[in-house]
């Protein structure tokens, strides 16, 4: 599929990021606090993954590749917009939902303010790990560290939010 969009499928190409989009989007969305900075990211993301695919090596999964646009569009934002906060990566207007129980809402809460506790690269490590479902050796290749060391972060994430939700948390 990808030599197809390497020769200018667009159908290939909308086929091949499809299950990707979704984790992308929300990937941006989460990291920038206005929607239209977020939307403007998003397109330029598409575009640079369509423009630079004929680069895409094979060394890593796709999925990874297009991550790591992602994060250098997002980089790029950053840099030329210096005073731009960036945001954690909570989601607070989802915590109540019809279908939950007053203790499990309580519960999203109590982990969604733990997880606001957190610095920007944890908070990264966890988005990773548990929404866009990265594994180690993704993360590893997506962020430049070493598996071991995203496995010691993530050792030492759980630490941290097993003191800010209590011991049974």
């Known amino acids: 599929m990808i030599e197809r969009i390497k020769n200018g499928d667009r159908n290939a190409f909308e086929l091949l990021i499809d299950p990707y989009n979704k984790a992308l989007c929300s990937y941006i969305l989460f990291r920038v606090k206005n929607d239209a900075d977020a939307n403007d990211i998003i397109q330029e993301t598409m575009l640079s993954i369509w423009r630079s695919i004929a680069s895409y090596d094979y060394q890593s999964s796709f999925k990874t590749w297009a ?5 250098r569009r997002l980089a790029d934002f950053y840099r030329t917009n210096s005073k731009t906060e960036i945001l954690p ?5 989802n915590v109540f939902t019809a279908k939950d129980s007053l203790n499990e809402s309580i519960e999203r809460m109590s982990i969604e303010q733990a997880l606001s506790n957190l610095n920007s690269k944890d908070n990264e490590l966890v988005y990773l790990i548990f929404q ?7 993360i590893s ?9 995203v496995k010691s972060r993530m050792s030492s994430i759980k630490n941290k939010l097993k003191t800010l939700l209590g011991e049974e948390g």
Not at 89 to 93: G, H, I, K, S
Not at 132 to 138: H, K, N, R, T, V
């Open 132 to 138: 866009a479902q990265l594994s180690y050796q993704e």
């Open 67 to 71: 991550f790591s646009i992602a994060r």
């Open 89 to 93: 990566l909570t989601d607070f207007e």
């Open 141 to 149: 290749v997506l962020l430049g560290i070493p598996v071991g060391t």
